[in-house]
Nanobody
Framework: QVHLAESGGGSVQIDGSLRLSCVASSNAACLAWFRQVPGEERVGVARVDGFGVELYANDGDFQAGRTIISKDNARSILYLQLNNLKPEDSGMHYC???????????????????WGQGTSVTVSS
């Protein structure tokens, strides 16, 4: 069993920033962030696999500095830095994990067996 606890969400204005955190139990190998809005499926944002390799669902957001994933291995905390936030970034953000070092594809949220309770992000004008 992997335990995950997210925090850091909130309400911000357009172009604001938030840093989401996910405290994971030490047996989590692959860690990922997903976003979900009501009535829609969870959408992968980014992940770090058990080898420390990062992958973004939208590489353009990473290149623009809008979305940055990182992990503190010593404390087993996964972060998601969100900058220049837009209304379409709103939603419940979930941390997900596997005990395998190889991550499932970000498009396959159903292959991640462990989930946190989520933290809500609301971006308004």
């Amino acid at each position: 069993q992997v335990h995950l606890a997210e925090s850091g969400g909130g309400s911000v204005q357009i172009d604001g920033s938030l840093r989401l955190s996910c405290v994971a139990s030490s047996n989590a190998a692959c860690l990922a962030w997903f976003r979900q809005v009501p009535g829609e499926e969870r959408v992968g944002v980014a992940r770090v696999d058990g080898f420390g390799v990062e992958l973004y669902a939208n590489d353009g957001d990473f290149q623009a500095g809008r979305t940055i994933i990182s992990k503190d291995n010593a404390r087993s905390i996964l972060y998601l830095q969100l900058n220049n936030l837009k209304p379409e970034d709103s939603g419940m953000h979930y941390c997900a994990a596997t005990t395998s070092r190889v991550c499932p594809a970000l498009s396959r949220w159903f292959d991640y067996p462990f989930w946190g309770q989520g933290t809500s992000v609301t971006v308004s004008s």
